[in-house]
């Protein structure tokens, strides 16, 4: 059962001020351009909350898009880890839904080392939406723009306080080593917080259904010339994948120092990419385009549901922003779902 | 499944301790490693090379019988022709094994085929190996051994040993990349063994295919041809195994690299059956 507090904004900037001097303090800042980014923080009061979902994603902190796995030097192995504990605060909730497939991902079967350590070193503050962008379609998944469980902390802005919710065992330790900062919950918050998820609910203008298209696809009504007549409009950025908090595929590179001494890294790696299945010889098993954007959307429409029984889409609405071809997720569910006839 | 590895990325040490030519392009590396190596028939490694990368290479020894383990590589890409360049010894790593097995348990009492096509023969050879040392449980064993040119068939002192055990033995030798019959070169008098590509010989044996078990790897033309025609001389589709091979980075399920319709070769694979295949890839 989650347990819920009553938290007064003038007390927010010290509690993170209490918080950094434990571990890293992890927030959304505005950067020069004008972006909202994630970042380790430096003055607390530059923390940017007014701000839908950030770009890069909230993966970047648990499986970076440079990740160094281990030295070696004739031979012998050094592992390298990230054991730096970390909060990070004002994650939106598609993020946090995230971080939950994620875990499942990266945790069955052959457990992934690296991006457990992280994880395990790192807790969330998660803000529910009260303004949610145009891109944004969570509410369309459940994975927004407020969770019910799965989370560390969710605050709920309620204008002067903010309503703190804990599903974990971590997140209601963080609170009780700041109990003298947190009040009782009244029946009238409760009632505000209602009302805050029900405007935010409201504003949500994507309608799109993912069932449909995913039925739709898997009824073979979806010809590959769909497919190809996507890839006319790719331009093979790779961005979709970059951005896409669900995105995991990676590559393992070594960098050589002298002879026999050096590190093996990994890296961010897109299926969008021609050469992503590129095979000794000059192989290239999916040269085809369209094959390749087939396969990312299949990916997330019929394989993540079939094995994890969710969506491989959370709805942050980060590929919609960043593709320039218009041929985002929500775009392309569009198309399968309602689509023209002329096109199909 | 669980994990029988606890650092998933984690390369053991190894070392090669002999390298000898096979063909022009082909090697048969005896790798050492440091700490006890258990592994089966199918089964594949992730071989390290420090500061060029790691490939996946399938194991060709037997587990128990021979002292090392042995990879037999072809010089293709980058990391395979660092170690044709190799002089023994030479450290290395090796992480595995991973994927699965050849299911041979459900091949007991029928009829097994084996096709092999080049350097198929290699994950082929640990199978051939266990299912001729308990001959009495299968009933007739044949192998069809396909290569470009008769000098590259590998791994003949096993093929004459086996012979000798009672296995019958197919050969077939195809110029070039070409699949049609009417291109098969009639040279290899050395020997009066077949001559032509794997699947042309079907027909001619006399031979029933509703029961019988068949493992085939090879070049993927070869494997689709060869899967396509036994299912057509009626074999059923669940009793036709073969090996696919991908680009992998990590082998365990993780880099998405070999991710094909729904499967990952390397732990759902690299062993599928036709019906699988089929069901996944319209293609086959």
Redesign the interface.
């Known amino acids: 059962m989650n347990k819920v507090f009553i938290l007064d904004k003038n007390y927010l900037s010290y509690l993170l001020r209490q918080i950094r001097k434990k571990m890293s303090l992890v927030a959304p800042l505005r950067s020069e351009n004008e972006d909202i980014v994630l970042k380790t923080v430096e003055n607390i009061h530059e923390i940017e909350l007014n701000y839908p979902a950030s770009i890069p994603s909230i993966k970047e902190f648990l499986f970076p898009q440079k990740e160094d796995?281990?030295r070696?030097s004739?031979?012998?192995?050094d592992?390298l880890k990230d054991n730096t504990k970390r909060l990070i605060f004002g994650v939106r909730s598609c993020d946090i839904s995230a971080i939950t497939l994620l875990d499942r991902?990266?945790g069955e079967?052959?457990?992934?080392?690296?991006y457990m350590s992280r994880r395990k070193n790192t807790i969330f503050i998660s803000l529910v939406c009260n303004n949610p962008d145009t891109t944004c379609f969570c509410l369309r998944l459940g994975t927004g723009p407020f969770l019910k469980s799965n989370f560390d902390i969710q605050l709920t802005d309620l204008g002067d306080r903010y309503i703190v919710e804990t599903a974990s065992e971590q997140g209601l330790n963080l609170i009780k080593d700041h109990a003298h900062l947190f009040s009782k919950v009244r029946k009238s918050d409760y009632e505000d917080q209602y009302e805050i998820i029900l405007s935010s609910r409201s504003k949500f203008e994507k309608r799109i259904n993912l069932e449909n298209a995913r039925q739709k696809i898997l009824s073979g009504r979806i010809s590959d010339r769909f497919w190809d007549w996507v890839a006319k409009r790719c331009f093979e950025c790779g961005g979709c994948v970059y951005e896409c908090p669900l995105c995991?595929?990676?590559?393992?590179?070594?960098r050589?120092e002298s002879?026999?001494?050096?590190h093996?890294f990994?890296i961010w790696?897109a299926?969008m990419f021609k050469g992503?299945?590129?095979?000794?010889?000059n192989v290239y098993?999916s040269e085809n385009k369209g094959a390749r954007i087939k396969?990312w959307y299949?990916?997330k429409l019929?394989?993540y549901p079939?094995?994890f029984g969710k969506f491989g889409c959370v709805g942050c609405g980060r590929c919609t922003i960043t593709c320039p071809g218009h041929i985002d997720m929500a775009s392309i569910v569009d198309k399968i779902d309602i689509g023209d006839r002329r096109r199909r | 499944?669980?994990?029988r590895?606890k650092?998933?990325?984690?390369?053991l040490?190894a070392e090669i301790v002999e390298i000898m030519d096979m063909t022009s392009d082909i090697k048969l590396f005896k790798v050492k490693p440091y700490r006890q190596f258990l592994y089966k028939p199918g089964e594949f490694i992730m071989l390290?090379l420090?500061?060029?990368?790691?490939?996946p290479i399938s194991i060709t020894s037997t587990y128990g019988f021979h002292k090392y383990i042995e990879l037999c590589i072809r010089r293709?890409?980058?990391?395979?022709s660092a170690l044709h360049l190799l002089k023994p010894p030479a450290?290395i790593?090796i992480r595995g094994p991973f994927g699965n097995t050849f299911p041979v348990e459900k091949a007991k009492g029928k009829d097994v085929f084996f096709f092999a096509g080049g350097l198929g023969i290699v994950p082929l050879r640990p199978l051939i190996h266990n299912v001729m040392n308990e001959k009495s449980k299968f009933k007739r064993i044949t192998l069809i051994c396909g290569s470009r040119n008769p000098g590259e068939i590998l791994f003949k002192d096993d093929i004459d040993l086996w012979q000798k055990k009672g296995l019958n033995i197919i050969f077939g030798v195809r110029k070039g990349l070409q699949l049609l019959i009417h291109n098969i070169e009639k040279k290899d008098n050395s020997s009066q063994r077949k001559v032509g590509i794997e699947t042309g010989h079907l027909n001619t044996s006399k031979i029933s295919f509703k029961n019988a078990y068949s493992f085939i790897c090879g070049p993927p033309v070869m494997i689709i041809e060869t899967m396509k025609s036994l299912s057509m001389m009626g074999m059923n589709e669940e009793s036709i195994f073969t090996s696919l091979?991908?680009?992998m980075?990590?082998g365990?399920?993780?880099?998405?690299?070999?991710?094909?319709?729904?499967k990952y070769i390397c732990?759902d694979g690299p062993i599928f059956s036709y019906a699988e295949l089929k069901k996944h890839r319209p293609s086959y």
């Open positions: 796995m281990f070696f004739d031979g012998t192995v592992i991902f990266f079967n052959f457990i992934d080392d690296y995991t595929c990676f590559n393992v590179l070594d050589t002879e026999d001494k050096g093996r990994r790696d299926c992503f299945t590129k095979m000794a010889g098993p396969q299949f990916h019929i394989y079939d094995h | 499944m669980k994990s590895i650092d998933t990325y984690l390369p040490k390290s420090w500061g060029k990368g790691e490939i293709v890409g980058f990391i395979t450290k790593g091979e991908a680009h980075k990590c365990v399920g993780k880099c998405g690299h070999c991710y094909i319709d729904g732990t």
